[in-house]
């Protein structure tokens, strides 16, 4: 089933022929109108029982390929990828009363994408990428600000290179729902759906 008409009705959803121009067009407007990290995203991910876990990160990429965020791989999240590669992730924007919700498959960019944006962090962030032992237990803050300076002492007058647990990861898309507040929670609802990421996209509208 195929939506290529145009909203529903003033401030509707217009269906475009590729979702990620739909989703660079309300991030550009997140941009501009969320007063705070208009990149967040609760990201959802699920061991090799099925137990699902979420929490927020910071989306830092999206593209044609996908959208893209990084954390250290040995975190939780990282260690149910490597369990289970697929996850969900959904984007508020409370300023617009918009909402978006990806499902899909993960994959590892690469080290050169890895590489390139960990030197674009600021040099205390990086630091914090080899102090941190994500997600593990912690006998109190002072442990974990003595491996701080550890590092910052250690990297002090040199680049800080990437740490080997850390790295990103893609999430494919195989469906991405655009959802609008209207009033009297009579929402738009508009999904994009493939069987995989060769195929064609097909969209169909959703009662709220």
């Known amino acids: 089933m195929s939506d290529t008409g145009g909203p529903i009705d003033d401030g509707g959803i217009a269906a475009k022929d590729d979702p990620m121009a739909l989703f660079a067009a309300w991030m550009a407007e997140a941009r501009a109108s969320e007063p705070n990290d208009p ?3 609760a990201l ?5 029982s099925g137990h699902p876990n979420v929490r927020m990160v910071l989306l ?3 593209d044609a ?3 893209v965020f990084y ?5 939780a999240k990282g260690s149910e990828l490597a369990a289970n590669a697929h996850a969900a992730l959904v984007l508020h924007w409370k300023s617009l009363h918009r909402q978006v919700r990806v499902r899909g498959s993960v994959s590892p960019v690469s080290a050169e994408e890895a590489d390139a944006y960990f030197a674009s962090r600021a040099k205390d962030s990086q630091i914090g990428a080899w102090a941190s032992s994500q997600s593990r237990p912690m006998e109190g803050r ?3 600000e003595k491996e701080i300076a550890k590092f910052a002492a250690r990297y002090a007058l040199q680049k800080v290179p990437r740490p080997p647990h850390w790295s990103g990861y893609r999430i494919t898309p ?3 729902e655009f959802w609008r507040d209207r009033p009297f929670r009579l929402h ?3 999904v994009y759906r493939r069987a995989a990421p060769t195929d064609p996209w097909r969209t169909e509208r959703l009662f709220p």
């Open 142 to 144: 002072f442990v974990f």
């Open 174 to 176: 195989l469906e991405i």
């Open 60 to 62: 830092k990429d999206a």
């Open 71 to 75: 954390t250290n791989t040995e975190s």
């Open 39 to 41: 990149n967040a995203m």
């Open 188 to 190: 738009d609802r508009l």
């Open 65 to 67: 390929r996908g959208f």
């Open 44 to 48: 959802a991910t699920a061991d090799a």
